[in-house]
């Protein structure tokens, strides 16, 4: 049994949204179990990520077309890309199960989203619901509960 | 002074056979005269019945930029209501939707309505005695939309009190309405899943232009369906097509593809894609709903009523349906640059959970404000928003495949890039714009 630590699971939190930031994504997907979700509810308190719309509900396959196409020739709405910037409350750790290799993380966020001479600035908390794979923390879900969710957005075009 | 307002010949001159001004999208004395004719005088959509499936259930929304309230009266019919005190003009119903028992009340003096509108009473009444308040306004109570129709739980409003009945305003499209109705094996639909809503920093017919735009979906959404089919195709062979997969991939088809699935219009701006075929055509089979369907229809209509994969039929001005994906979009208007979208889904009752779960994913891939689809079309929306204001160019071309003939013909199918569905747009904005203009006094 591998023993994770407080500090690597906040630290693993911090990594992720450092990532967004610099807008590596071949190493952020690495980070996802092969059948992880990333999931942005319509309304607060949301269950069914099936039965209900969300904002986002993604696996592994459709957040990498996500990604290919950021960086693609023919992305009009990204010419010129947007950037993004996440400041995080510090996460607190939400249960552990040592055992099982399982983690839970609750961390506030305001995240800003830039293109052209717009800034629009999104409220919320992130769950992380990590799981040691072979040896490495990944996520199983990841699940951004925008304060705002059903209110009209404009386009969001990267990841909180 | 003013460039339209009282001048239906000024306005007229905006719609050429193939072309129309840039003002349509860009003029805000327009935006203002498409709200106080065309929005009055056309039949526009309010909501669906199994939003308010009781007696005090009400959902508030906009006709035009109107505020409205759509309710179920107390005894069992849906009323829609301007949502405006008679007393101070405060939005009475507050929320999107609740159930406000027997009447609403007012938040600012209390004054109370019953949920046809009329006044039911207000505090100290005494008093209004003798001040000549049965012959004020405020005495009528909140008003009613002139006019209501619903049909089969669509709820529409023509709030112009004169004007184009339902049945002719819509004339042979309400077969689009139908076909999704029908997909129920109970033959009924509820909203459901939740809306989807998307600011646009455009005006609200770009939005409607594009629907039946077949031209665009090669080129702008290249970006989307075109990474997903390549992604996918990187896939070990013999891995099953993904639902989201099936869903992206028929936006890169080629433009025979577009030209081969035809086009129809019908009156006063409605029409539709997706003839012959559509993208919505080759969706995989979801278990025990075709049973059911062969059970409450019989084979021979079952198979029709599948067989109709409509793509996108346009209620003019500001609805669209997707029939075989049984999801709703309206533009509304909020200025003459900024439109909402909604996207709302339906649940076919009595139909496997597994349809409603691929709207939703439909939905949420192509309408939600976090769409790679959706990215895109904004992009381009807004961009001809800012386009549109060079000078040197006035005019929007809309002349695909025009024939001096296709005027007076109606309910006709034509190729499926054909931008004649945009000029049925056109014609029935210029008939319900100039509908309620007085003409001008001839100098």
Same mark, same amino acid.
């Given at each position: 049994m591998i023993t994770i630590t407080d500090r690597q699971l906040v630290d693993f939190v911090y990594a992720e949204a450092r990532l967004l930031d610099e807008q590596r994504y071949d190493d952020w997907l690495g980070l996802f179990s092969d059948d992880g979700h990333y999931w942005m509810p319509l309304t607060p308190g949301q269950r069914d990520p099936r039965l209900e719309?969300?904002? %986002?509900?993604?696996?592994?396959?459709?957040?990498?077309?996500?990604?290919?196409?950021?960086?693609?020739?023919?992305?009009?709405?990204?010419?010129?890309?947007?950037?993004?910037?996440?400041?995080?409350?510090?996460?607190?750790?939400?249960?552990?199960?040592?055992?099982?290799?399982? *983690?839970? %993380?609750?961390?506030?966020?305001? *995240?800003?989203?830039?293109?052209?001479?717009?800034?629009?600035? *999104?409220?919320?908390?992130?769950?992380?619901?990590?799981?040691?794979?072979?040896?490495?923390?990944?996520?199983? %879900?990841?699940?951004?509960?925008l304060v705002n969710s059903d209110a009209a957005f404009g386009n969001i075009n990267l990841f909180m | 002074m003013n460039r339209y307002r009282g001048r239906p010949a000024a306005v007229r001159a905006l719609v050429r056979p193939t072309e129309v001004h840039k003002d349509l999208y860009i003029d805000l004395e327009l935006f203002d005269l498409e709200m106080e004719h065309l929005f009055a005088n056309a039949w526009v959509y309010v909501g669906h019945a199994s939003q308010v499936p009781n007696p005090g259930d009400y959902f508030t929304t906009t006709v035009g930029t109107q505020p409205v309230v759509m309710v179920r009266h107390t005894d069992g019919t849906v009323r829609v209501l301007y949502n405006r005190c008679a007393h101070k003009g405060v939005k009475v119903a507050g929320?999107?939707?609740?159930?406000?028992?027997?009447?609403?009340?007012?938040?600012?003096?209390?004054?109370?309505?019953?949920?046809?509108?009329?006044?039911?009473?207000?505090?100290?009444?005494?008093?209004?005695?003798?001040?000549?308040?049965?012959?004020?306004?405020?005495?009528?109570?909140?008003?009613?939309?002139?006019?209501?129709?619903?049909?089969?739980?669509?709820?529409?409003?023509?709030?112009?009190?004169?004007?184009?009945?339902?049945?002719?305003?819509?004339?042979?499209?309400?077969?689009?309405?139908?076909?999704?109705?029908?997909?129920?094996?109970?033959?009924?639909?509820?909203?459901?899943?939740?809306?989807?809503?998307?600011?646009?920093?455009?005006?609200?017919?770009?939005?409607?232009?594009?629907?039946?735009?077949?031209?665009?979906?090669?080129?702008?959404?290249?970006?989307?369906?075109?990474?997903?089919?390549?992604?996918?195709?990187?896939?070990? +062979?013999?891995?099953?097509? +993904?639902?989201?997969?099936?869903?992206?991939?028929?936006?890169?088809? +080629?433009?025979?593809?577009?030209?081969?699935?035809?086009?129809?219009?019908?009156?006063?701006?409605?029409?539709?894609?997706?003839?012959?075929?559509?993208?919505?055509?080759?969706?995989?089979?979801v278990p025990g709903y075709w049973e059911r369907m062969v059970a409450a229809y019989g084979e021979a209509r079952a198979q029709r009523i599948l067989g109709d994969v409509r793509h996108n039929t346009v209620y003019f001005p500001n609805l669209m349906i997707k029939g075989p994906i049984q999801t709703l979009r309206l533009f509304k208007p909020i200025a003459v640059d900024r439109t909402l979208v909604e996207s709302w889904t339906f649940r076919l009752v009595g139909a496997p959970d597994l349809l409603l779960e691929r709207t939703l994913m439909y939905n949420r891939l192509v309408n939600a404000p976090t769409s790679i689809v959706g990215h895109d079309d904004l992009e381009v929306y807004e961009r001809a928003q800012a386009g549109l204001h060079a000078r040197g160019r006035d005019w929007v071309h809309v002349g695909r495949l025009y024939d001096p003939t296709e005027v007076d013909r109606v309910n006709v199918t034509t190729n499926g890039t054909n931008e004649l569905q945009m000029r049925n747009q056109l014609r029935a904005w210029l008939r319900y714009m100039t509908a309620s203009m007085p003409e001008e006094a001839l100098a």
């Open positions: 719309t969300s904002l %986002l509900y993604e696996d592994k396959l459709l957040l990498r077309i996500r990604t290919e196409r950021l960086r693609g020739r023919r992305t009009f709405s990204q010419q010129p890309p947007s950037r993004c910037h996440h400041l995080l409350q510090q996460p607190s750790v939400e249960s552990a199960d040592d055992a099982g290799g399982r *983690y839970a %993380l609750r961390t506030a966020f305001h *995240y800003v989203e830039t293109r052209l001479d717009t800034q629009t600035l *999104y409220a919320g908390w992130a769950r992380h619901e990590l799981q040691v794979l072979d040896g490495a923390l990944r996520i199983q %879900l990841k699940r951004v509960d | 929320q999107t939707c609740g159930n406000t028992g027997r009447f609403f009340r007012c938040p600012y003096h209390g004054w109370t309505y019953r949920t046809d509108g009329s006044l039911l009473a207000m505090p100290l009444k005494k008093g209004y005695d003798d001040t000549g308040f049965e012959s004020c306004e405020a005495s009528r109570g909140m008003a009613a939309v002139a006019a209501v129709q619903v049909y089969r739980d669509f709820v529409f409003c023509r709030s112009n009190p004169q004007g184009v009945g339902f049945a002719e305003f819509f004339g042979e499209s309400l077969s689009t309405l139908d076909n999704m109705v029908d997909r129920s094996p109970e033959g009924r639909l509820e909203v459901a899943g939740g809306v989807l809503r998307y600011l646009h920093h455009c005006n609200w017919k770009m939005l409607v232009d594009n629907q039946t735009d077949t031209c665009h979906p090669m080129v702008a959404h290249e970006s989307s369906a075109g990474t997903a089919v390549r992604v996918w195709q990187e896939a070990p +062979p013999g891995t099953p097509k +993904p639902m989201a997969v099936e869903i992206f991939a028929p936006f890169v088809s +080629p433009y025979e593809f577009f030209e081969n699935m035809g086009l129809r219009v019908w009156v006063n701006g409605h029409g539709h894609t997706g003839v012959a075929d559509s993208l919505h055509a080759n969706y995989s089979p």
